[in-house]
């Protein structure tokens, strides 16, 4: 997608200009793994445009391949965003109608060959939300990779925005979810989407408590049978500068907790999530068969994004690696 918002805490009414960046769920992800050092490739569909090639270019430069990337269609998804500050929340409002991916369909895309050499396929909640054409072409995705012996993660990431078309989320995700290994959330994605709440919580009282999501874990597990993890990310909003931020695992029948963090002067929250996905799928490949070493590392990674203005979390694997170590400081590295 093509993001546009008003410098600094302006609002929209006050904007007489719009910064310029790229982003979106999968695309933060590949951003991520591939500055991390793991080959990442983008699938999709973009206008052959100056616009679409500027895309791909800011991809391209971060590492990512996207020599599978299809052209067609007239114009780039856009979304708008409105920077929120104290007790004014941010906002987002989406332009996605009729742009190259909402007009996707089956077909368009070679997943066979799109996959060859690849041993994991990422997908977001956002995609299917967008359009009918989308949501096949996802499940297009996603059920030749169940085929190839891939494995599959999934970010549930309900957008009510975008959930227009007429598909119902529950049923249009379940037939998604039902072919994954991994399944990530927030503390609200599976309640919105399949009317799974965990206990007594409240989020915008700033203060979460881990132990309660156990029971959507296990719902989420017994309802698709095929996920072997299942990670939830957990915000508390004190207001929209300052969130608690942390997560938990389940698998085979353990739930694993992260170490909570306090961000107190939040710079941009808007890729947070999928740099938690990121860094979940890095810490699996980097720490196999230690599922809390997996956790901590992504949600240190995911915490730091918040630091970074736009989508894309750049930071890098030392910097990661120093907070979960316990270095919070933010001296000057000299």
Known sequence: MLRLSPPGLNRFAQARSLDVAFGGGEANVAVCLARWGMPARFVTRLPNNDIGHACVEALRGHGVETGHVVWGGERIGIYFLETGAVARPSKVLYDRAHSALAE?????I?????????????????????????????????????????????????????????????????????????????????????????????????EVDPSQYESICNALTERFPNLRLVAI?????????????SSVLWTDGKLHAARRYEITHIVDRVGAGDSFAAGLIHGLHSHPGEPGKALEFATAASCLKH????????????????????DSSGRVAR
């Open 104 to 108: 996707i369909r089956r077909g368009m």
């Open 110 to 206: 070679d997943w066979d060959t799109a996959f060859a050499g690849c041993d994991w396929f990422h997908w977001t909640g956002i995609t299917p939300a967008i359009s009918e054409g989308a949501a096949d072409a996802c499940l297009e995705a996603v059920q030749t990779a169940r085929a190839c012996g891939m494995q599959i993660s999934c970010d549930l990431n309900y957008r009510s925005k975008l959930w227009r078309w007429g598909g119902n989320p529950d049923d249009v995700m379940s037939e998604l979810v039902s072919l994954a290994d991994v399944a990530i959330g927030n503390e609200e994605d599976a309640e919105r989407i399949f009317g799974l709440k965990a206990g007594d919580t409240e989020v915008t009282s700033g």
């Open 233 to 245: 990310t957990l915000r508390g909003s004190c207001s929209a500068s300052h969130n608690s931020w």
């Open 307 to 326: 630091t970074v203005h736009g989508d894309f979390n750049l930071v890098s694997l030392d910097e990661v690696t120093r907070l979960l170590e316990g």
